[in-house]
């Protein structure tokens, strides 16, 4: 079946640092949706990319949809200590499917 | 508006017992999907129901089922509960499905089968 693989696991950043973290699936994917969840909090809905080579900016927040719909990034520019959590992406295969595939997600943590 | 209402939001159940979870979704969405999530394995499909009906099933043996309510409120319930099956039990509702449209994720009822 389809697999979502995320990477990587843990991410430990310095306040002011940038941070990607980068999301590959074992096959073309017709959208991808992107969500954070805060330690003790549920996944909360960020953004969705639908078209191939799409890139989406949030304020520093930067996502991209790879050219064969196959890999998304998301790249967070200048860190706060209010971007701790746990990023997921999660992948559409397409047609009358009607669910999302997680990767198992990154972990950002941000010493001030 | 409301968000998503997971009840109830903490669950001790013994093993061999059975356990049912309630999500109420946000008014007006007819999409509701869930997920289990846990430290090892992510966040993992277990259904999603439309109107009723349900539209997919996860990998999830039958000890899991659920149904939707013409209400749009969704019930999972779990039979012959085992320990590997505590876990963060998610619900997320959206208007006409989780792929297609944003979601909105419950709180979450955290299950611990002991």
């Known amino acids: 079946g389809q697999q979502v693989m995320q990477i990587p696991q843990y991410q430990h950043v310095q306040e002011g640092e940038d941070f990607t973290t980068y999301c590959n699936s074992s096959t073309t994917l017709s959208n991808i949706q992107w969500y954070k969840q805060r330690p003790g909090g549920h996944p909360v809905f960020l953004i969705q990319l639908v078209k191939s080579g799409e890139v989406k900016k949030q304020k520093r927040l930067t996502f991209q949809f790879g050219e064969a719909k196959k890999n998304s990034s998301l790249h967070i520019t200048a860190t706060q200590t209010t971007d701790v959590g746990t990023y997921f992406c999660a992948g559409h295969s397409g047609g009358s499917n009607y669910k999302l595939t997680f990767g198992k997600g990154t972990l950002l943590t941000v010493n001030p | 508006k409301a968000g998503v209402t997971q009840t109830p939001r903490y669950l001790i159940k013994t093993r061999g017992q059975q356990v049912t979870l309630s999500c109420s979704p946000i008014?007006?969405?007819?999409?509701v999907s869930w997920y289990q999530q846990t430290p090892g394995q992510g966040l993992q499909f277990l259904f999603e129901y439309f109107s009723e009906t349900q539209r997919n099933k996860g990998n999830f043996p039958g000890r899991f089922s659920g149904r939707q309510f013409s209400n749009s409120r969704s019930e999972m319930n779990v039979s012959t509960l085992e320990l590997g099956d505590s876990a963060l039990y998610l619900c997320?509702?959206?208007?006409?499905?989780?792929?297609?449209?944003?979601?909105?994720f419950g709180q979450g009822t955290r299950l611990t089968v002991v």
């Open positions: 997320a509702s959206s208007l006409v499905g989780f792929p297609y449209t944003e979601a909105f």
């Open positions: 008014s007006g969405h007819r999409s």
